[in-house]
């Protein structure tokens, strides 16, 4: 079966840097495009970035634009998210999640077909 492990999270003051990685398996990681997401307590799990499925072109929502990138390894079956100059407002648990098989990038919860079970990102001011 299809299964996404995040790593990486943890506590970092504001200003500094983490890199998510999300390992895939029971898929051929190549067939998808992927995307991180973020929920924060109390609110909507809300989507951070996307990725064609060579690397090829992402998209970014506006909060985090310029300061994170998501990058992919398809020979390891890999997908990062690099955070840098992080903010308390990126505090969230994050998740990767894969599209539908050879289906472009998207921004959209619903867009999504499986998802991991997320890694907690605190950033203190």
């Known amino acids: 079966q299809v299964q996404l492990v995040e790593s990486g999270g943890g506590l970092v003051q504001a200003g500094g840097s983490l890199r998510l990685s999300c390992a895939a398996s029971?898929?051929?990681?190549?067939?998808?495009?992927m995307g991180w997401f973020r929920q924060a307590p109390g609110k909507e799990r809300e989507f951070v970035a996307t990725?064609?499925?060579?690397?090829?072109?992402?998209y970014y929502a506006d909060a985090v634009k310029g300061r994170f990138t998501i990058s992919r390894d398809n020979a390891n079956y890999l997908l990062y998210l690099q955070m840098n100059s992080l903010k308390p407002e990126d505090t969230a648990v994050y998740y990767c999640a894969t599209r539908g098989i050879g289906l472009g990038p998207g921004t959209g919860t619903n867009d999504y077909t499986y998802w991991g079970q997320g890694t907690q990102v605190t950033v203190s001011s």
């Open positions: 990725i064609t499925w060579n690397g090829g072109t992402s």
């Open positions: 029971g898929l051929i990681f190549r067939d998808y495009a």
